[in-house]
């Protein structure tokens, strides 16, 4: 049986944990209660020793009327042993009060310390659970009401909009029969219609401020409207929309409509080629799903709030059972009243709220369909299949053998050995090494995935990944693990064929084959081999390439710091497209690409393309959050570039100057990097905390874990040094060292990765954020700062 501890730490919200009873500290201190107690003293007069001295004929009377007095007077009240007082307090400003609970005890306990302990650390854990509850109520109840406004709006826009379409279709009639009647009186045409079509949009302009200001939104500058040089009304105005809770929590309600990004004008105020059309579908659509999406993250909250107390209530009973168990005591009854009539239990609010926000969503996003909706606001999660661990498994298998298979085949053909091999490594070898190193990546972030769940770490949220669609560890190593496999494959069969006397024309557009498989794979329209992730994948290269021009989410920039440690495999693809473009595989002239002047200064574009990418997305991060920091870490990726143009240099010049360049350049880049490793994405190195070098909160239960990983990731951080140490011997050890140290800068980042996942979710939950805020169309006036 589990324990109901490991249960309930399984159960709990991650990022609210510091919040739910401490059901460990409380049970705790119940053994403590327990060992407290003193035991009876022994008599010490040899007549008690004797089990028969002292009895009468009238014990069975006495044992019979003494049963027959407790049972008719068992349902007289019992006198209480605890008392609990609640009283109110009141915030600064008197809008807000709390219920603050405190229990005396009436009767005396043979180890009454520590149980006045026990009572008063029950206590507050009582009263932190029920200020939580209510923080997290009225914040939720704030954006429920900020929500209904703006799909009120909404509404209005949207009957607008259809009224309009029914006005234009009938005026262009009337307008063509007008018109036509104007042609046959001599009369000029287009003043009446051009003056009919200026009075249109001033009172379309009109009966959109009148229709919205119903709602209680009011226009700033309305008044003042001026006209084009057409006589066409020309609207500057910002929608205010007033808070829906007032008080100190009406702040934080307010937040939610102030942080939106869509601004008025963009919405309906902002005409179209000069013809007034304030409002068309395509605008009214981004609308609808940002308001839709704010929907199901609203009950999306309000669950986790639901699921906060009924866990909080389970765990009170259970710890005021084991209570009465110890103490030999009736305590639960009075203490667990006390409980049930506190916020957490007896508000109600969240549960209304969830009907509410249901019967909304069918009615507005769902066309009155309840299971169409309940699909939004409760995604089911595909659970784990067994036949994914069977194809794992299979798949590993494969791998292995086929890999012994390569290796007998590689040194039976002398491929490693022999000097007139070098050609295999020229041509052949970029290729395979992309994908063993696309294959490792995915392995290492398999792991990642398998350590994040293991330990607790919301990355779905971390990521906004979509609960039913997100890559599960199982997910991740099936792709890596059958793409290894397809690869491997591939360099048997390659061998094979070069044994078997196949032309090297023909043999080696096998690797191009392979690639090509992949990319169509990769574009694949079909619902099939993970279509989610594979589009999710390419929207965000998309983000990152274009990085000035989007808004920078977490996934972005941890996927581009990912192409940072992938530059050997860019470099690979660079000389794979040379290669097949140039048609090299028939003549089989590998130096065609390495000798052309194109070819060498690509070199530096694809080596500072992901440092100059994710220099851009700390500009654009600081442009929107203002936020010195983003400009420092750009210095970083800066440093790096210049870095990685310097040994590309040297490569090339072997000289004592570039050396000198290279050492300076490429150790300031690598303490900038392990600064920033270490003190900002992992959030270690902290001196005053209280794990002596590391941080406060650990996830990880064991201490050494975080230091072996700092020395870890120090030692593959100086990988350069091989640069200069230049341990080659021969071409074929010289690639084979380029890959070793490829693999070990890929396993680097993959490790990098959970502490900085990690770091990431212990700030969500210092500040309790398990719900995203989404941005609203429709924002008030204080959002222009």
Request: proline fraction near 3%; hydrophobic fraction near 40%; charge should be positive.
């Amino acid at each position: 049986m589990v324990k109901f501890s490991k249960e309930l730490e399984a159960q709990l919200i991650p990022e609210w944990k510091e919040a739910f009873v401490n059901y460990c500290l409380l049970k705790k201190q119940i053994k403590k209660i327990k060992t407290s107690r003193k035991p009876k003293p022994a008599s010490h007069y040899p007549i008690a020793q004797h089990s028969d001295f002292g009895r009468s004929l009238f014990d069975p009377v006495r044992k019979l009327a003494r049963t027959f007095s407790d049972k008719l007077f068992s349902n007289s009240e019992k006198p209480e042993i605890l008392q609990v007082r609640r009283r109110r307090n009141s915030s600064e400003n008197g809008d807000d009060v709390d219920e603050i609970y405190q229990t005396e005890l009436v009767q005396l306990f043979s180890e009454e310390d520590e149980v006045k302990v026990f009572f008063a650390r029950l206590d507050e854990e009582l009263n932190k659970v029920n200020q939580f509850h209510k923080a997290k109520e009225t914040e939720f109840l704030g954006r429920g009401e900020i929500l209904k406004k703006q799909l009120e709006i909404l509404a209005e826009l949207k009957l607008i909009l259809s009224d309009r379409k029914k006005r234009n279709l009938s005026g262009s009639n009337s307008h063509r029969s007008f018109s036509s009647s104007a042609r046959n009186s001599d009369f000029s045409a287009g003043s009446p219609g051009e003056l009919s079509e200026i009075q249109s949009e001033t009172s379309r302009t009109d009966e959109i401020i009148e229709a919205l200001e119903r709602n209680g939104v009011s226009f700033i500058n309305s008044a003042t409207r001026s006209k084009t040089k057409g006589g066409k009304p020309k609207m500057s105005l910002r929608v205010d929309i007033p808070d829906a809770v007032p008080g100190a929590e009406g702040g934080a309600a307010r937040s939610i409509a102030t942080a939106t990004s869509v601004l008025w004008e963009e919405l309906v105020n902002n005409p179209r080629g000069g013809g007034g059309d304030f409002i068309n579908r395509k605008k009214i659509q981004c609308a609808e799903k940002m308001i839709r999406s704010a929907f199901v993250e609203l009950y999306r909250g309000l669950g986790l709030l639901k699921t906060y107390s009924s866990l909080n209530m389970i765990a009170f009973t259970k710890i005021m059972k084991k209570f009465d168990k110890v103490a030999g005591q009736n305590a639960s009854s009075t203490y667990l009243k006390v409980v049930k009539r506190s916020q957490f239990i007896s508000s109600d609010k969240v549960v209304r709220l969830m009907d509410e926000v249901e019967s909304i969503f069918t009615k507005h996003f769902a066309n009155n369909d309840r299971k169409k909706a309940m699909k939004f606001l409760k995604p089911h999660q595909t659970k784990d299949s067994h036949m994914v661990t069977f194809f794992v498994g299979l798949f590993t298998g494969c791998f292995i053998s086929l890999f012994s298979i390569y290796i007998i085949l590689a040194h039976l053909s002398g491929i490693f050995t022999s000097s007139a091999q070098v050609s295999y490594m020229e041509t052949v070898y970029p290729v395979f090494s992309v994908f063993a190193l696309l294959s490792l990546h995915m392995f290492m972030y398999g792991c990642n995935l398998f350590m994040w769940k293991n330990t607790r770490i919301n990355y779905t949220f971390i990521f906004e990944f979509a609960p039913n669609t997100a890559l599960r560890y199982r997910d991740a190593f099936l792709m890596g693990t059958t793409f290894m496999t397809s690869v491997v494959a591939a360099m048997v069969i390659h061998l094979l064929l070069r044994a078997a006397g196949f032309s090297a024309s023909q043999v080696d557009t096998i690797p191009g084959i392979l690639l090509l498989i992949f990319i169509c794979v990769l574009i694949c329209p079909f619902d099939t081999f993970y279509r989610p992730t594979r589009f999710c994948f390419i929207r965000i290269l998309r983000n990152i390439v274009c990085s000035p021009f989007y808004k920078v989410l977490m996934v972005d920039f941890f996927m581009a710091d990912q192409l940072t440690s992938q530059i050997p495999l860019l470099r690979h693809l660079e000389s794979t497209g040379c290669y097949f473009l140039a048609q090299s595989f028939k003549t089989h002239e590998y130096n065609t690409c390495k000798n052309g002047r194109i070819y060498r200064e690509l070199a530096y574009l694809i080596s500072f393309s992901p440092y100059f990418w994710r220099a851009m997305q700390c500009i654009r991060r600081w442009w929107d959050e203002s936020n010195p920091d983003h400009l420092i870490n750009m210095g970083k990726y800066v440093s790096a570039m210049v870095a990685a143009g310097v040994r590309i240099t040297y490569a090339r010049q072997n000289t004592d100057l570039w050396l000198t360049m290279v050492l300076v350049s490429s150790v300031v880049a690598t303490i900038y990097q392990l600064y920033w490793d270490f003190v900002k994405d992992w959030g270690l190195l902290n001196p005053k905390s209280k794990n002596p070098w590391l941080r406060d909160n650990l996830v990880l239960r064991n201490k050494n874990f975080y230091y072996l990983s700092i020395a870890l990731n120090l030692v593959l951080r100086v990988a350069w040094i091989e640069t200069i140490m230049r341990f080659r011997v021969s071409p074929v050890q010289s690639h084979l060292l380029d890959f070793l140290l490829a693999s070990l800068e890929v396993i680097r980042r993959g490790h990098w990765n959970f502490y900085r996942v990690e770091n990431e979710h212990l700030n969500n939950v210092g500040q309790f954020r398990a719900v995203k805020t989404v941005p609203l169309p429709f924002r008030d006036m204080d959002s222009d700062g």
